[in-house]
């Protein structure tokens, strides 16, 4: 009975010492997948924003945006730096690609979305999802604070994906030490902690089942010594009425 109720007991702690382990773990996982988008995002956000400004600098010059032909050279630099970089697209304020990383797709119109999008932030990032990339974007103004077109970046989360694959792994590699090593010792620590309520049980059990004139084990103390005594009274006076009801209803084999 007693090993029972200590197979019990450790099997109790298992479970919740699993159930801790993996709410951490889960925990721990999400918060660094949050931590590792938010600075791969502001590593592209820095990249957008230096385009801006190039941008920018050039609309100053009372440029038209169509003729900042150095732009084209500044994107190509960004997209030869940054492998998980999908491409970089300047726009104008109709939408119109004008310069891109991939010249394929230079004339073509970003959808009304994306450009009414662009029209309302106030100098800030916007974001979108195309594909399963994660698209920044941010208007470019003229020194006059109107919206002259704008730059679209667009990078693969794939990395992310891996890295976080990785730290999953590990995770679980730590998870599958910890929690058998920690089960050994809590094993190991409850053992000798409860070595002496054990045998204060052992010897309870074996004189609540033994002859009356068996002596009263040393150390129960007084409360339960008082309720094994009642324990003992009530067994015994069972015992009698087995009897006698036997004696009643004659003795079967």
Excluded at 17 to 27: D, E, N, P, R
Excluded at 32 to 41: A, I, P
Excluded at 67 to 81: H, P, Y
Excluded at 236 to 250: F, H, K, N, S, V
Aim: proline share 4%; net charge negative.
């Amino acid at each position: 009975m007693l090993a029972g109720l200590g197979v019990r007991i450790m099997v109790v702690l298992c479970v919740l010492l699993t159930a801790s382990v993996a709410l951490v773990a889960v925990l721990s996982l999400d918060k660094y997948r949050e931590t590792l988008r938010r600075v791969v995002e502001n590593r592209f956000g820095f990249v957008l924003q230096d385009v801006v400004r190039t941008t920018t600098l050039g609309l100053d010059l009372q440029l038209p945006l169509a003729e900042i032909t150095s732009l084209q050279g500044a994107l190509d630099r960004a997209r030869a730096e940054h492998d998980d970089l999908r491409y970089v697209e300047i726009f104008d304020a109709e939408g119109r690609i004008l310069f891109s990383t991939d010249p394929t797709t230079i004339g073509d119109a970003l959808p009304d979305t994306w450009i009414y999008q662009n029209l309302g932030t106030e100098g800030g990032l916007w974001r979108r999802r195309d594909e399963g990339d994660l698209v920044v974007g941010q208007a470019v103004r003229s020194r006059f604070d109107q919206v002259a077109g704008g730059v679209v970046l667009a990078y693969s989360e794939e990395p992310i994906e891996r890295s976080v694959a990785g730290m999953r792994r590990r995770l679980l590699e730590i998870a599958a030490l910890v929690v058998p090593g920690f089960t050994v010792a809590l094993t190991g620590v409850l053992w000798f902690l409860f070595q002496g309520s054990r045998r204060r049980l052992t010897a309870l059990a074996g004189w609540l089942e033994g002859p009356p004139e068996a002596p009263v084990p040393a150390g129960l103390g007084g409360p339960v010594e008082k309720a094994a005594g009642g324990a003992r009274q009530a067994f015994a006076a069972l015992a009698e009425a087995r009897a006698e009801l036997r004696a009643l209803g004659g003795e079967r084999p």
